[in-house]
């Protein structure tokens, strides 16, 4: 991998640790990426040889974070519009969420996220 397939937004991973991909044409030769959600680094182009482009979406599912199918619904349900067509798209994508999130229910195999979707009360056998 090279520093011009980069973009912001990008998944990469080494040796089970994930960065995203934060300001691809930082200074000369460095790529600013934020490790495992927590610290910001500078990859060199020596050290980006050996990361590698990952997918977010996993085993079939459509986001790989048990959490934000119910995060998303959430968001929009908070959100206040001002006009008619306003509340017709808060109304759209509100659909998408509980869509979303019905998939989520309907697919997931992990025993931590059914916990996780125990404990908010939405798991159905």
Same mark, same amino acid.
């Given at each position: ?39 910001? =680094? ?42 008619? =067509? ?40």
């Amino acid at each position: 991998m090279n520093k011009e397939q980069l973009k912001r937004g990008d998944i990469i991973e080494c040796c089970g640790i994930t960065a995203y991909v934060v300001d691809p044409n930082y200074k000369d030769n460095y790529v600013k990426v934020i490790l495992n959600n927590k610290c910001k =680094a500078l990859l060199n182009k020596d050290w980006l040889s050996i990361w590698k482009f990952v997918s977010p979406i996993k085993d079939n599912r459509i986001v790989s974070n048990e959490t934000f199918a119910i995060r998303f619904r959430n968001f929009i349900k908070d959100v206040q519009v001002n006009d008619p =067509a306003s509340e017709e798209e808060k109304e759209y994508l509100l659909n998408v969420a509980n869509q979303l999130l019905k998939y989520q229910i309907q697919t997931a195999t992990d025993e931590s996220e059914i916990n996780y979707l125990k404990r908010l009360n939405l798991w159905q056998q």
